[in-house]
C-alpha cells in the first residue's frame, strides 16, 4: 500500500521573529504544496532491504541498509529510535544520524539539504524504526526562500510515516483526498515540530502548525493557535527575490541581537506584538462598501510597512527586500519580507481596487530585475492524505 500527503507552505503577515521571543503572529497558508508518496518495501530473502529517500526537486536520491541502521542506532546510550510519542531529538541521536547523512556524499553546492535528510532519518527511524521503505518528496514552493518549505516538508513527511504506522485507525480502504481527524492532526504537528527543530534550530511552530491545519488565517502566540476570518478576501503578490538563505542562522542572529541588546529588541518584540494584534482585528472587521475596504486596506498597509521597520531593526532585512520595497512604493504599493528573511521572499498588499494594468506593471519592474513573481491564493487546506 502507498500513502500520498500533500501539505501547504504559508505567508507570515506579521510577526516573523519576534513570534520565536513570544509575540503575536499572523499567517495564512497558501495553496503551493510538498507532496510525499511512501510505501513500506518488504524485505527481499536474505537481504533486510533499505530506506530509501528520492528528493525530486534536487534529483537527488538516497539510501540506507536497514541493517546499516540498525548497526548505527545499536548504541547503547539512545536506545532504540522508536517512540510512540514525539520527543525531541537528543545530541547523541543527533550524532549518530549526523554520520549516517555524512555517508551519503551530498554535492557540495547542495550542502543546505543536509539538515532536511537530517529530519527525514529522524522522523522515519522514530516512526518506524528500521522497517524498509521508500519515500519520495516533491514541492511546488522555492526552497529556502520564506514560504514554509521546511515545515511543509516535515509536515506532509509526518503525516505521510504516520498514515502507514499503527498510531492512526484511518480506514486505508477509502479513496480520494481525506482531512485527518484532529488528534490525528496534533500528533503530526508535533511531529512535524521535531522536524523543523533540527531544521530551524529554535523555531516558534508557527509554520508547521499553519501547514497542518490550514484555514483561512491563523493567529499564533507561545504555541497556541486561534482562527481568524478575513471579510473580505486579500490579494497578495509574492516576490522571490531568489536570494538564497537560511531561517536557522536568521533565528539565531536575532537571538544574538537579544543579547546584546535586551531592552531595545523586548521593545521592538512588544511593537510586533501590538501590530499583529491590531492587524487581526483589522482583517476580521466587517466592510460593506468600497470606502470601507479602502480604509481597511490603508491601515493594513501601514501596519505591514511598520512591520518592515521592525523587521530592519532586528538585522533580517536585505539589499534585494529593500529593492523590492522600493519598486513596489513607486506604484504606491506596501511591501514587507515574509517568513526569515536576510533575502528569500517579500509580500506586496494588492487592493482591490487596483487595475490589472498596474499589477502586470509592478511585476514587469520586479522581474526586470531578476526577481520572480508568484500568484498564489491566500487561505486554504492543511495537510491532507490519500491511499492507493
Ligand atoms: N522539497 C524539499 N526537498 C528537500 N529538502 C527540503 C525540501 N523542502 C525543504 N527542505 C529542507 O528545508 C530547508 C529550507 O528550510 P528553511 O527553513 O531554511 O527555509 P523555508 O522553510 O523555505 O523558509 P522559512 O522558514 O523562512 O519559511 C532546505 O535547506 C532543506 O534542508
Ligand atoms: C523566522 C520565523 O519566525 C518564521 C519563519 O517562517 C521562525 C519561526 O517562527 O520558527
Ligand atoms: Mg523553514
Redesign the pocket.
Known sequence: MEVRTRAPG?IILSGEHAVVHGSTAVAAAIDLY?RVSFRLLPPSEGDAGSVELE?K??GLAFSWPSSRLKETFSFEAIGPPLSPTPRPCSPEHSKLIASLVEEQNIPEAKI??????HAFLYLYTSIHGFKPGKVV???E?????????????CVSLSGALLALSDAFSIDRQTKGWLELELSELELVNKWAFEGEKI??GKPSGI?NTVSTFGGSMIKFRSGELTHIRSSTPLRMLITNTKVG????ALVAGVSERVLKHPDAMAAVFRAVDSISKELSVIIESPTSDDVSIIAKEEKLEELMEMNQGLLQCMGVSHASIETVLRTTLKYKLASKLT??GGG?CVLTLLPTLLSTKIVDKVIAELESCGFQCLKAEVGGKGLEVCFS
Open positions: 504559508k510538498t528528493l526537486d534536487t543546505w539539504l543536509r539538515s532536511g535528510i518528496i516533491s514541492s514552493l522555492p526552497l529556502g526562500s520564506g514560504l514554509g518549505s521546511s515545515a511543509a516538508f531544521i530551524h509554520d538563505r537560511n531561517t536557522k517568513g526569515a528569500g
